[in-house]
């Protein structure tokens, strides 16, 4: 007798890039899709650009932007894209990041990455999270946020002496600085990428490392609190933020008394994990 194999397509979005992975093997990169800042045409045009489409039977999409009030729109937009599916499911980034990180066991998840997330996770479902509320007023943890904390310390606090090495490193000066945050577009992203220049530099000036651990402590302050850890529970941390400094994220766990558990930078592994059993 002839079985038919079921396909499955994993999705794994943020706003700049979205992580496409078949059960097959095969994996590709698209941009970002987020239903919050993006119409149907701009998502439908990056979804077009998805190979085997047409092969697909179960898509589970998770992605920055997909609140329950945006999941019946995402989930049209995605049958609409994968004409074959008889299973779509459209969920949260911070779910992604909880399955990849938990797969089917209880935890504390965390999202670090141009923004900063966390929830409490049942083995399948969050069960607790504490609000996100962007890059100006929280994101303590995340990028956009060390890079507000840099700049501030850079021009006016502990960082002066870096403040030749940063304008060399961005070809800018302060009022370039000021244009990027206050008149250009996406002034989070651009915030996120001058943790580049403290990854070089990190190592080397103290200051500097410390502001990093003072950032992911206020993070953990902010946001773990809320759950009633044990000292015993393992808290899970995704995203390029967390992998990169995850030495002054282990430090800034120490100081805070929680048990740092795994780190990862994408989530699209465990995802692969968690959905296809890959090891």
């Known amino acids: 007798m002839y079985l038919c194999r079921m396909l499955k397509i994993i999705a794994d979005s943020g706003s700049t890039k979205t992580a496409w992975a078949l059960s097959d093997g095969r994996q590709q990169e698209t941009e970002g899709i987020n239903p919050v800042l993006q119409d149907n045409d701009v ?152 943790a580049k220049f403290a990854a070089l530099h990190a190592d080397y000036d103290e200051d500097l490392y410390h502001l990093i651990v003072h950032n992911f402590s206020l993070f953990i302050g902010y946001n773990l609190g809320a759950y009633d850890l044990e000292k015993t529970d393992s808290v899970h941390f995704a995203g390029g933020l967390a992998y990169t400094f995850r030495e002054q994220l282990y430090e800034a766990c120490e100081l805070e008394e929680v048990h740092l558990g795994r780190v990862i930078k994408h989530p699209i592994t465990g995802l692969q994990r968690y959905h296809f059993g890959q090891q």
């Open 43 to 194: 998502i439908q045009m990056t979804l077009s650009k998805v190979r085997g489409r047409d092969e697909v039977d179960e898509v589970f999409f998770y992605g920055a932007g997909v609140r329950p009030e945006q999941q019946s729109r995402m989930k049209w937009l995605l049958g609409e894209a994968f004409p074959k599916a008889r299973v779509i499911e459209a969920e949260s980034d911070m779910l992604g990041a909880a399955r990849a990180l938990c797969q089917h066991k209880p935890g504390v998840a965390c999202i670090l990455g141009t923004g900063a997330n966390s929830c409490k996770y049942d083995g399948e479902r969050i069960i607790e999270q504490t609000p996100s509320m962007g890059y100006i007023l929280d994101d303590y943890g995340g990028g956009s946020a060390l890079g507000r904390m840099m700049l501030l310390e850079l021009y006016k606090g502990t960082l002066i002496q870096l403040e030749d090495a940063f304008e060399d490193w961005a070809g800018m000066r302060l009022e370039d600085v000021i244009e990027c945050v206050y008149r250009q577009p996406n002034p989070n992203r651009f915030l996120a990428s001058l």
